[in-house]
């Protein structure tokens, strides 16, 4: 395994673990439904506001400097929520940690492509490691030493940084908004947009979904491991595949599937097929995106960053409707709401795509 892919491990092990039992935490902290939302939200808008802003800067200044700086940050941001023991500490917990999330994933990725490494490789070591951490976080259970953990793991992706070495990179004056890049790749964005609102819609409440249906701690992590540990398999032979529009369209389809899905299930059994399609619905999904837009964009680490705000954006939007869906008509409408949503987001790939010229 590269260092890269290491890192990309291990980041995703820590983001995984912190993130699983948040909802859960909040609720056992007096939280509404809504009031859930609006933390996972918050964590959402940070990484937004990092990923657009540190995309950029990586483009002008070089990528190892961002993301030392950014896995040190984070290693100090989510060892920090073990001390969130009131809903105003765990907001600002989850706001710190969103920030330092979003300050490096751009960074990392364009480092991988300028390296002439496979994205598809890169990736799967990150689903790997989400696998593992939602599994290890469903076995501890214990939300103080989930998060210690964490903050120690990223510590250690800060370590393995330290050895990496800047790759040969064009600087590039990237304007402050960069409308060019926006409106080259929108056919991306909005459907990633839609896609991910509709899905986070469902993220910030399906551990207490799973719960209402029977589902214990340990179930919950076994539940949240199948999905990443799918994409690693799946994700590991992409590079291979010539259509990455196709590979966007597949991911964007069968999203609809596991969502409509979701809402059918009546017991946390029927939850564990569906999970291996999910799998898939995001390898193709995110893969497919990553590589066309480092193959079609020499703004690489703005498009990817932007890529990034636009998943963060929609983890905005999406838990702040599930949680208000969620209160007022019950767990069950939200995935119908996520449904729906996935289903525009195919409608406007396919309006908005027009295929370019070889």
């Given at each position: 395994m590269k260092s890269t892919g290491f890192i990309n491990l291990l980041v995703n092990l820590s983001i995984a673990a912190s993130y699983l039992f948040v909802p859960n935490l909040a609720k056992e902290l007096g939280a509404s439904d809504f009031l859930v939302g609006v933390i996972v939200a918050t964590y959402g808008l940070m990484i937004f506001l990092a990923s657009y802003i540190f995309g950029r800067a990586s483009d002008r200044y070089g990528r190892k400097l961002f993301l030392n700086v950014g896995l040190l940050v984070a290693?100090?941001?989510?060892?920090?929520?073990?001390?969130?023991?009131?809903?105003?500490?765990?907001?600002?917990?989850?706001?710190?940690?969103?920030?330092?999330?979003?300050?490096?994933?751009?960074?990392?990725?364009?480092?991988?492509?300028?390296?002439?490494?496979?994205?598809?490789?890169?990736?799967?070591?990150?689903?790997?490691?989400?696998?593992?951490?939602?599994?290890?976080?469903g076995v501890l259970a214990v939300y103080r030493n989930i998060f210690m953990g964490s903050g120690i793991v990223f510590f250690l992706a800060?370590?393995?940084?330290?050895?990496?070495?800047?790759?040969?990179?064009?600087r590039i004056d990237?304007?402050?908004?960069?409308?060019?890049?926006?409106?080259?790749?929108?056919?991306?964005?909005?459907?990633?947009?839609?896609?991910?609102?509709?899905?986070?819609?469902?993220?910030?409440?399906?551990?207490?979904?799973?719960?209402?249906?029977?589902?214990?701690?340990?179930?919950?992590?076994?539940?949240?491991?199948i999905n990443p540990i799918t994409q690693f398999l799946i994700m590991r032979g992409l590079d291979r595949y010539g259509s990455y529009h196709n590979l966007i369209k597949i991911g964007l389809l069968l999203s609809d599937v596991v969502f409509i899905s979701y809402a059918l299930a009546n017991t946390y059994y029927q939850i564990l097929p569906v999970q291996f399609l999910l799998g898939v619905a995001w390898a193709c999904l995110y893969v497919g995106s990553l590589l066309l837009l480092t193959k079609e964009n020499v703004e690489r680490a703005t498009s990817i960053g932007l890529l990034n705000s636009t998943t963060s954006l929609a983890g905005?939007?999406?838990?702040?409707?599930?949680?208000?869906?969620?209160?007022?008509?019950?767990?069950?409408?939200?995935?119908?709401?996520?449904?729906?949503?996935?289903?525009?987001?195919?409608?406007s790939f396919n309006l908005r795509y027009k295929p370019r010229n070889p």
């Open positions: 290693a100090v941001a989510f060892f920090s929520q073990a001390f969130a023991d009131t809903l105003p500490k765990l907001l600002v917990a989850r706001a710190f940690a969103g920030f330092a999330v979003g300050m490096f994933p751009a960074a990392l990725v364009a480092f991988v492509y300028e390296s002439k490494r496979r994205i598809g490789r890169f990736s799967s070591y990150g689903s790997l490691g989400y696998a593992i951490g939602c599994f290890l976080a800060f370590l393995a940084s330290l050895r990496m070495k800047e790759t040969r990179f064009m990237v304007p402050r908004f960069p409308t060019d890049v926006i409106k080259k790749n929108l056919f991306i964005y909005s459907s990633f947009f839609l896609r991910h609102a509709g899905a986070t819609m469902i993220w910030a409440i399906l551990p207490l979904y799973l719960a209402s249906l029977g589902a214990t701690p340990l179930w919950i992590g076994v539940i949240y491991f905005i939007v999406g838990p702040l409707m599930g949680g208000l869906v969620a209160e007022l008509y019950g767990y069950k409408m939200v995935m119908y709401a996520a449904f729906a949503l996935a289903v525009v987001s195919i409608l």
